[in-house]
């Protein structure tokens, strides 16, 4: 290990504990907001504000964990077009199926308006 | 097998390199993972769509979850995967105290996570919230502040709530094997310095459910939260 440790693009840095410290005191500042924000409704002044916040916060929080406590920041190529190919799967999966359910007449779908 | 004139230890015969060998490793666990993100990413597809459908469903079904019990475990795994990263970090160090401590302490806050899950559900059974359960029926409820003409939409939820945190706590319930496993193997002194891809790989996929939840918490728990403090 000490053999690489100053290659930041593979290999993990000397001291990696002082970057560990840091991802955690940033979730738990994240989630702290995210249940501070949850208290007011956002909604009254654009539909989907409030999830819209909530979700941000959560994809900073998701990066955090994936970049360092998963090592992706330090891992290889290989490993980060893998990391990279996870999150375009996923998006086409949303993406494609929610705007075929949003160009199709009638939507939201009525079972009833509830 | 003469062509291998030296053997290192911990090297399996079909890889050149431990960096090889332990490269291929991470790739798998990678794999295995984009595949997870891939199966809950489809209830996170169902929970998008019927919120679409149904706002208001989700907005008083999430305001029947308590956000004390969902916060306390959203810390204890933030706590658990710190914990998970440490004992990740001595096992590269082949310090394999200190990964026993780490890793113990990982396994009880998982624990924590699923013992507080269990008093969620069991008060949300009590209340005959678990939607299989016939709460749905309007003659016979009407409970908990739902509007009669929400009670359809709010079991939507439940049974997504349930669907998606019950899928997540086979996973924490997986996870914790594996920790029992790694802990046992850590004693045996089975991993060195130059050799601790179980560690490595396991820690990839305790922080994959720990992002999982990190999704599940305010989609779940928050939706409806200012409804509960007055709606500001």
Known sequence: MADHSHDN??????????????????????????????????????????????????????????????HVR????????????????????????????????????????? | MAEHATHIEGLAHHFVSMEQQKEAGMIGMW???VTEVMFFGGLFLAYTIYRTIYPEGFLY???????????????????????????????????????????????????????????EYASKI???LFPAMGWYNPETTGAHGVPLNLQQPVRVFLWIYFLMTGLHAVHMIVGAGILITLILMTRKGKFTKNYNSPVEI??????????????????????????SVGGH
Do not use: C
């Not at chain 1, 001291?15 to 007011?40: D, E, S």
């Not at chain 1, 998701?62 to 360092?68: D, K, L």
């Open chain 1, 9 to 70: 693009s593979h290999g993990h840095p000397e001291n990696p504990i002082k970057y560990y410290i840091g991802v955690f005191t940033l979730l738990l500042v994240m989630t702290g907001l995210t249940v501070f924000v949850a208290q007011y409704d956002l909604e009254k002044h654009w539909g989907p504000l409030n999830a819209i916040v909530a979700l941000s916060i959560a994809v900073i929080k998701a990066m955090a964990v994936i970049m360092i406590f998963m």
């Open chain 2, 126 to 128: 009590h209340d005959k």
């Open chain 2, 202 to 227: 396991s820690g990839l996929y305790w922080h994959f459910v720990d992002i999982v939840w990190i999704f599940l918490f305010p989609l779940l728990y928050l939706t409806g939260y200012h409804l």
């Open chain 2, 31 to 33: 794999l295995f993972l």
């Open chain 1, 74 to 114: 330090w891992s290889s190529r290989l490993t980060q077009l893998i990391v990279v190919s996870a999150a375009f799967w996923l998006l086409i999966m949303l993406s494609f199926t929610i705007s075929d359910y949003f160009t199709r007449g009638g939507w939201p779908i009525g079972l009833g308006k509830y």
């Open chain 2, 61 to 119: 079904g999430s305001h029947l979850l308590n956000v004390t019990l969902g916060g306390t475990n959203t810390v204890v795994l933030i706590v658990s995967s710190l914990t998970m990263a440490m004992g990740v970090y001595y096992s590269q160090k082949g310090e394999p105290k200190k990964v026993m401590g780490f890793l113990t302490l990982t396994l009880i806050l998982g624990l924590v996570f699923l013992v507080i899950k269990y008093f």
